[in-house]
C-alpha cells in the first residue's frame, strides 16, 4: 500500500528530495494531518479553545512521563488518556460551574507541565525526551501514515454529523439545547476528539508548536472568509500549502519540520491580516 | 394564582430553583393557555431567564413543569426559543444562512449548503420579512436584525411554545416594539403559545393577554392594565424604573403641552 503511494508521488512531484522514503512518508503524513488540523481549528477558535487545545498538547510531557514510569515502550496510550482525562475533566467542570475556564486550564497547564518536566527529568535524563518538544516529523513509519488517515477519516465522518450541532453549541447552548442537542455530550466529543487529534500528531510536530499548526490556518483563514464554507475551505487550503511548504523547506534549510511548516502558517495569517487591512480601507 | 384553566398548554407548579444557596426562583405556579401571549416582566436578577432555562430542561428544578399539547397525548412540546445574546465574535465568519441552516439542517453547511436548504432557509426569513439578511455575517446585523433572525430560527419548524428572552444590548425602544409587533402577528396568523420576558412593560402591555410580575415567585398576574396599575409593581421595580416606563406618557403630555414641563 505504502510502496504505492510512493510511486505516485514519485511519478508526480519531479523533485530531488522525493526519491528519499523518510520524505515520501512526511509529505503523506502531512497531507493527512494538516487539513485534520485546519477543520478542527476552525471551532477551537470559534468556541474560543485556544488555550484549551494548548494545554492539551502540553499534556503530553506528563502522559510521557507515565508512560516511562509505567514501564510502557510506546507511551502513546498513556498520552491519550491523560489528555482525553483532562479533556473530559474540564469541559464537566466547566459546564458545572459555568466558571472562567482559562484560570482553570492556565491551573492545569502548570501542573501538565511541571510534573511532566520534574519526573522526566529524574537523574538529569530530560534531553533524551526533547524529541517531544519539537518533534520529527521526518521519523514518521508506515503505521503511523495508517494510524493517521484513520484519525483523518474519523474526523470527516464527525464534522459530517457533527459540525452543525458543535456552530449552534457555539453560539448559545440554550438555544442548541432547545433544539433537542445534548450540549455536554458534544461538548465532551468535541473535546476529546481534539485531545486525541493533538495527542497522536505530537511526535510529528512537537509539544512546543502543536497549538499553533491548530490554531494559525484557522485564523488565517477568518481574515477572508465571510461564511462557514469559506472558512473551512480556506483553513484547509493555508493549512495544506502551509505544512508543504515548510516540509520542503526544512530539507533544503535543514531545520526542523514542524516548526518551519508553523512558520509558513504564520506568514499565510499575516498576509491575509494585511488583505484584510487593506479591504477595510478600501470600503 | 393556579386559575383554572382548561386548554393548559404548559403547567408550572410549585417551581424552585436554586443555584447553590441563592433562591433564584420559589413557589412559581403558572399556567400557559394554548395560544396565550404571556408578558413576564420583574427587576434584574428575578429570575425570569431561568424561568425560561427551567422550560428548557436545561437546569435542574423542583416542582413540575407538565406540557399537553394537541396531537401530542405525552409528548414535549416543540419548543422554539429566542436567546437574549449569542456568543460571537465580531469578525465571526459565520453567516445568517450559515446559522439558520446549521438549526434547521443536518447536513454540514461549512460544506455547502445545498439549493433545496437555501430555499428553506430563504422561507424561514420571510416569515420576519428578513430574507435580505441571509448572507450577511452575524456579526455585522443590528442587535433588532439579529433578533428577528433568531425568531425566524425559532419559528421553523413552527414551534407549539415560543420563548423570548429580551435581548441584552443593541435593540431600541422602536426596534423592541416592532419586535412585539412581529411575534404578536406571528402568534395571530400561526396560533402559537408565547412567553416573552422584557423589561419594556410600556410596549409589550398592548399586545399581551396577561402580564405577570415576577421576582423569585410571582408577585401579581393578571391583564396587563391590571397589573400595570398595580402598587406591588412600584414596590418590586423601584419608583425609578417606574419612571422610566411612564416616559412614554410623559412624552406624550410633552408635546400635547407643545412646551416643556418642570418634572
Known amino acids: ?283 | 394564582m393556579a386559575e383554572k384553566c382548561e386548554h393548559c398548554c404548559t403547567r408550572i407548579e410549585g417551581l424552585g430553583v436554586n443555584f447553590g444557596s441563592a433562591v433564584i426562583l420559589k413557589n412559581v405556579d403558572l399556567h400557559v393557555n394554548c395560544g396565550e401571549l404571556i408578558a413576564v416582566v420583574g427587576p434584574n436578577g428575578a429570575g425570569k431567564t431561568t424561568l425560561l432555562r427551567a422550560i428548557l430542561g436545561e437546569i435542574p428544578y423542583k416542582g413540575s413543569i407538565k406540557f399537553q399539547v394537541k396531537g401530542k397525548p405525552d409528548g414535549h412540546p416543540r419548543i422554539g426559543y429566542v436567546p437574549q445574546k449569542l456568543n460571537y465574535d465580531i469578525d465571526s465568519p459565520i453567516s445568517v444562512s450559515d446559522l439558520i441552516g446549521s438549526a434547521i439542517s443536518d447536513a454540514p453547511v461549512c460544506m455547502g449548503i445545498k439549493m433545496s436548504l437555501k430555499e428553506r432557509i430563504r422561507a424561514s426569513l420571510a416569515g420576519v420579512s428578513a430574507e435580505r439578511l441571509s448572507d450577511k455575517r452575524i456579526g455585522e446585523l443590528s442587535g433588532g436584525e439579529l433578533q428577528r433572525v433568531l425568531l425566524a430560527m425559532a419559528m421553523t419548524p413552527e414551534p407549539d411554545l415560543l420563548l423570548l428572552d429580551e435581548p441584552m444590548s443593541g435593540v431600541d425602544a422602536k426596534g423592541l416594539s416592532l419586535f412585539y409587533e412581529l411575534a404578536s402577528s406571528l402568534r395571530r396568523a400561526k396560533d402559537v403559545t408565547i412567553l416573552l420576558v422584557t423589561h419594556d412593560l410600556i410596549g409589550v402591555a398592548p399586545h399581551a393577554d396577561r402580564m405577570v410580575l415576577l421576582n423569585n415567585s410571582i408577585i401579581a398576574s393578571g391583564r396587563p392594565k391590571e397589573v400595570l396599575s398595580d402598587d406591588r409593581l412600584v414596590k418590586e421595580l423601584g419608583p425609578s424604573l417606574w419612571n422610566i416606563s411612564k416616559l412614554p406618557e410623559f412624552m406624550d403630555d410633552l408635546s400635547a403641552d407643545g412646551k416643556g414641563r418642570e418634572q
Not at chain 1, 521519523?139 to 501514515?145: F, G, R
Not at chain 1, 473535546?191 to 499553533?212: D, H, K, Q, W
Open chain 1, 1 to 283: 500500500m505504502i510502496e504505492i503511494l510512493h510511486k505516485i508521488i514519485e511519478s508526480i512531484l519531479p523533485f530531488a528530495w522525493v526519491k528519499y522514503d523518510f520524505m515520501k512518508n512526511a509529505l503523506l503524513a502531512v497531507v493527512l494531518v494538516t487539513p485534520v488540523f485546519a477543520i478542527i481549528g476552525t471551532m477551537v477558535i470559534n468556541k474560543h479553545m485556544a488555550f484549551f487545545s494548548d494545554v492539551l498538547g502540553h499534556s503530553a510531557l506528563t502522559g510521557v512521563a507515565i508512560g516511562v514510569i509505567l514501564g510502557f515502550n510506546d507511551p502513546t496510550l498513556p498520552m491519550i488518556a491523560l489528555a482525553v482525562f483532562i479533556a473530559i475533566a474540564v469541559t464537566c467542570f466547566k459546564a458545572a460551574t459555568n466558571a472562567a475556564s482559562d484560570t482553570v486550564l492556565g491551573v492545569f497547564f502548570a501542573i501538565v507541565v511541571s510534573l511532566g518536566v520534574v519526573l522526566l527529568s529524574r537523574g538529569g535524563g530530560f534531553a533524551r525526551y526533547t524529541a517531544y518538544l519539537i518533534g520529527d516529523i521526518l521519523s514518521v513509519t508506515p503505521n503511523q501514515i495508517f494510524v493517521l488517515a484513520t484519525i483523518a477519516l474519523c474526523v470527516f465522518l464527525y464534522w459530517i454529523i457533527f459540525a452543525n450541532r458543535l456552530t449552534l453549541v457555539s453560539v448559545n447552548s440554550s438555544l442548541a439545547a432547545s433544539r433537542g442537542i445534548n450540549v455536554l455530550l458534544i461538548e465532551i466529543s468535541f473535546a476529546v476528539l481534539t485531545a486525541v487529534v493533538v495527542i497522536l500528531s505530537i511526535r510529528l510536530v512537537g509539544v512546543l508548536i502543536i497549538n499553533s499548526l491548530l490554531i494559525l490556518p484557522a485564523a488565517a483563514s477568518r481574515n477572508i472568509s465571510r461564511d462557514l464554507q469559506s472558512y473551512t475551505i480556506w483553513a484547509v487550503i493555508i493549512s495544506l500549502l502551509s505544512g508543504v511548504a515548510g516540509l520542503v523547506a526544512s530539507y533544503y534549510w535543514g531545520t526542523a519540520s514542524g516548526a518551519t511548516i508553523v512558520l509558513f502558517a504564520a506568514l499565510f495569517y499575516c498576509l491575509t491580516a494585511l488583505f484584510r487591512m487593506i479591504r477595510v480601507r478600501l470600503n
